[in-house]
């Protein structure tokens, strides 16, 4: 059983830093490949980052690319989320999410809320200009 749940959100000033933490509650942590969405009022819930099972691949959205920082620690079963230079339209409910299995199918299909099964209740992130 996988039970995600997030946490480290709060409200910043711009070009403050946070980082998000997603525990994992299951046995198998290392089994999944892992991504970050997020949702700001009135939007779709948009792709952040992936991180494969071991760490070794990510990807990111192109709006953080180089601000933020996806990583993982499978002894502590746990995922991160290293968020610099934050920016008011950073702000938004975060949500960790873990696929089914190890398998790497490439950026694009990470892109896709549809590529994960397990998903945390979130974790709100404010950005004040």
């Known amino acids: 059983q996988v039970q995600l749940v997030e946490s480290g959100g709060g409200l910043v000033q711009a070009g403050a830093s946070l980082r998000l933490s997603c525990a994992d509650s299951?046995?198998?942590?290392?089994?999944?490949?892992m991504g970050w969405f997020r949702q700001a009022p009135g939007k779709e819930r948009e792709f952040v980052a992936h991180i494969s099972w071991s760490g070794e691949i990510t990807y990111y959205a192109e709006s953080v690319k180089g601000r933020f920082t996806i990583s993982r620690d499978n002894a502590k079963n746990t995922m991160y989320l290293q968020m610099n230079s934050l920016k008011p339209e950073d702000t938004a409910v975060y949500y960790c999410a873990a696929a089914t299995d190890r398998r790497s199918y490439g950026r694009r299909y990470y892109l896709s809320r549809g590529a994960y099964y397990y998903w945390g209740q979130g974790t709100q992130v404010t950005v004040s200009s």
């Open positions: 299951g046995r198998s942590f290392s089994d999944y490949t």
